[in-house]
């Protein structure tokens, strides 16, 4: 087990090597989702363009075909709403939201995106609306977090999605690393426009020190909900890495 944990974290240094940044949650659905930001937290998304089941370190992991990467902020408004501001460089996207805690356990986040690459010429302004729900079971060791969304990705098309995940607590404490958890994720589109197969991702996250950093394999590339949805065009897995910190 300690060589797996060891392996794993040599992963992780290796993906964060390029930016030397910080990044949050399982990535996609950002289990559990419905909490606010404490106070200020800066956020990067790594995801590899390449591969992972095409020869995996002939590839680099997937890696050596370059790096999706997504740079952001959350800022705490007030103790039920927070406010995100995040830039990816896929399609120069800006992504700006707002997530509303109803009460513990149910949010709603609305966003909007911005793509200012030259190479997109329509359809450069998109929306997205979500109801994060979300419960704890076996005392508290295992959590599911239900998503429905909408997004209009396609406005003359627009998606309906499901969301679903859940986290297993594996270890609260191993070594320097603690809460300890098993993720996974699974998203259908209902209808609108959506690739053929749907979102799917898995992976472990853990807390060390101050950050929360998770490790993960999937099959969308895309980090931002209003994208993310649309599932998964070419059966392409890919190597995912997330990290975020309080400022």
Partial sequence: MKKIFVFLLLVVLFCAAPVFAFSAGLGNLNLPGY????????????????????????????????????????FRITDWADLSIMRS??????????????????AFLWGVTNKTSPLITQDKTNYVAQLIF???????????????TY????????TFAIGMGGNLQVAEKYGYLENIEILGEYTPAFGGYAFNGPELSFGIRWNVLSQVMSLMITNAPFTFPNSYILGNEDGVFHLGFNLSTEL
């Fill in 35 to 74: 909490e606010t930001v404490k106070k200020v937290s800066l956020y990067v998304v790594h995801r590899g363009v390449g591969d992972i089941t095409n020869k995996p370190f002939d590839n680099m992991l997937g890696t050596d075909q370059g790096l999706i990467t997504t740079y952001g902020f959350g």
């Fill in 89 to 106: 460089n896929l399609n120069q996207e800006f992504f700006v939201s707002n997530k509303i805690k109803i009460f513990d356990g149910f």
């Fill in 134 to 148: 979300y419960e704890e079971i076996f005392k508290d060791k295992v959590a599911v977090t239900f998503v429905p």
């Fill in 151 to 158: 997004s209009n990705f396609s406005p003359n098309r627009p």
